[in-house]
């Protein structure tokens, strides 16, 4: 079973298109994050959502909007995509407990903007 | 920001050598540590972690070291083996709060 799976895998679209990236995660954990990843291998942190309500909003544009139906998802919606829209983005969930913070991932989303 | 016109360093080493990762950090105030490995077309994967009251761990072939004095942590791979060419990323976060600041990276080629 994967514990992290985002859909879809591969994501190529035209710039000022609208699309969305899909997050589950079977951990049972509490707190779900988006990060993107640049081509220099970047890795830097968008939203984070703690049982559905958002906690770290990282100056990302309002064309990015994160949403948390309920804690075991956290999808990605992006509107009028542009070019340097284009990365890796990575969904993961953790269980933050006595200052531990270990992060599980999915597998990443290459989106490509045209 | 982002890191634009940085390159992604580079450490090449033989199969069967020792590889050291380095990693400077920069919050005096970050107390939890972690060390993620991230293969290609994957997303990172958790190697070790290192709290701040601790100045060395190691796991299975890995060694992770702390220096606070100097903001510095490192990862040591014992017998480097081809399946450890990854990108290695080293992480830093303050207790109890779910923002966990990620380094540059480091690439490592292991040479057979």
């Given at each position: 079973?994967?514990?992290?799976?985002?859909t879809p895998k591969y994501l190529v679209t035209?710039?000022?298109?609208?699309k969305s990236i899909?997050?589950?995660?079977?951990?049972?954990?509490?707190?779900?994050?988006?990060?993107?990843?640049?081509?220099?291998?970047?890795?830097?942190?968008?939203?984070?959502?703690?049982?559905?309500?958002?906690?770290?909003?990282?100056?990302?544009?309002?064309?990015?909007?994160?949403?948390?139906?309920?804690?075991?998802?956290?999808?990605?919606?992006?509107?009028?995509?542009?070019?340097?829209?284009?990365?890796?983005y990575?969904?993961?969930?953790?269980?933050?407990?006595?200052?531990?913070?270990?992060?599980?991932?999915?597998?990443?989303t290459r989106l490509t903007v045209? | 920001?982002?890191?634009?016109?940085?390159?992604?360093?580079?450490?090449?080493?033989?199969?069967?050598?020792?590889?050291?990762?380095?990693?400077?950090?920069?919050?005096?105030?970050?107390?939890?540590?972690?060390?993620?490995?991230?293969?290609?077309?994957?997303?990172?994967?958790?190697?070790?972690?290192?709290?701040?009251?601790?100045?060395?761990?190691?796991?299975?072939?890995?060694?992770?070291?702390?220096?606070?004095?100097?903001?510095?942590?490192?990862?040591?791979?014992?017998?480097?083996?081809?399946?450890?060419?990854?990108?290695?990323?080293?992480?830093?976060?303050?207790?109890?709060?779910?923002?966990?600041?990620?380094?540059?990276?480091?690439?490592?080629?292991?040479?057979?």
């Open positions: 079973d994967t514990a992290v799976s985002q035209q710039m000022g298109n609208d899909k997050c589950e995660q079977n951990l049972g954990h509490d707190t779900m994050y988006w990060y993107k990843q640049d081509s220099k291998k970047f890795l830097k942190i968008m939203f984070s959502y703690n049982n559905k309500e958002l906690i770290i909003n990282e100056t990302v544009p309002n064309r990015f909007s994160p949403k948390s139906p309920d804690k075991a998802h956290l999808n990605l919606h992006i509107n009028s995509l542009e070019l340097g829209d284009s990365a890796v990575f969904c993961a969930s953790s269980q933050v407990r006595n200052s531990y913070n270990e992060q599980f991932f999915g597998p990443g045209l | 920001g982002e890191s634009v016109g940085l390159h992604l360093p580079t450490l090449s080493v033989q199969e069967g050598d020792n590889s050291i990762i380095n990693c400077a950090y920069s919050n005096s105030a970050s107390d939890y540590f972690i060390w993620y490995k991230q293969e290609s077309g994957k997303g990172p994967q958790f190697i070790i972690d290192i709290r701040s009251n601790m100045d060395k761990r190691q796991g299975q072939r890995v060694t992770v070291l702390l220096n606070k004095t100097v903001k510095h942590l490192s990862l040591q791979i014992a017998a480097t083996q081809p399946g450890d060419s990854a990108v290695y990323f080293c992480a830093e976060n303050i207790g109890g709060y779910q923002k966990v600041t990620f380094g540059t990276g480091t690439k490592l080629q292991v040479i057979p």
